[in-house]
């Protein structure tokens, strides 16, 4: 798993924090993969390296995890994806699932995370999850009353469009994608690594 710390995963939906979800998920995804036997490590990045999990193995491994992991708080900083991919890469040479657990702020913020995420295609398998904007959604399915709201409607829809645009090359690129509800990651990435494990992918 890699794990985005920076200020983009300081968001809420429902008084929870957009890290706090991403690091549920790879929690409740890390003790699936460890139930199936494979080997599960985490690297929490925003402008530094802020924690390096080693694989563990075995089902006792999780409590490892959760122990090195249950403090992580969001930086109030840009995540340095350079820095990120190039740590990865350096840490793990073998050829691995990779999760990379994000969320992107708007069109541009998420043209950087798709530019350096690319180069992590060989050796590895790469999943990037988005958790998807939720306020922007809404804002792009209201139903304007006023001139101002039409305008915020329109604007939300071509932020929205312009992503959707992002992630589609993304997936050409080779890379897999999963953008979801923040509410319904953890259901949905353990669903994405069974069935990447069923068709034999990695």
């Known amino acids: 798993f890699v794990l985005d710390c920076g200020r983009s995963l300081s968001n809420e939906?429902?008084?929870v924090s957009h890290l706090d979800r991403a690091l549920n998920a790879a929690i409740a995804v890390g003790y699936v993969a460890l139930r199936q036997g494979d080997n599960?490590?985490?690297?929490?990045?925003?402008?530094?390296v802020r924690r390096w999990v080693r694989p563990v193995r075995g089902t006792g491994g999780i409590q490892s995890l959760i122990r090195q992991t249950y403090d992580l708080e969001?930086?109030?900083?840009?995540?340095?994806y350079g820095l990120m991919v190039a740590e990865l890469k350096r840490r793990y040479r073998k050829r691995s699932l990779v999760i990379l657990l994000t969320h992107a702020l708007d069109d541009l913020h998420l043209e950087s995370i798709c530019r350096h995420v690319r180069e992590l295609r060989h050796p590895h398998l790469v999943l990037v999850s988005f958790l998807q904007n939720v306020p922007l959604v809404n804002r792009m399915n209201?139903?304007?009353q006023t001139d101002e709201e039409a305008f915020q409607v329109a604007a939300a829809m071509e932020m929205v469009t312009a992503q959707s645009v992002e992630i589609a090359r993304l997936q050409r690129s080779g890379l897999l994608v999963l953008d979801t509800l923040p509410e319904q990651l953890s259901?949905?990435?353990?669903?994405?690594?069974?069935?990447?494990k069923a068709r034999h992918l990695l």
Request: proline residues 6%.
């Open 187 to 196: 259901a949905n990435l353990i669903s994405r690594y069974l069935d990447i």
């Open 13 to 15: 939906l429902d008084g």
């Open 40 to 48: 599960v490590g985490l690297l929490a990045c925003s402008n530094r």
């Open 74 to 80: 969001p930086d109030y900083e840009a995540t340095d």
């Open 142 to 144: 209201t139903l304007p």
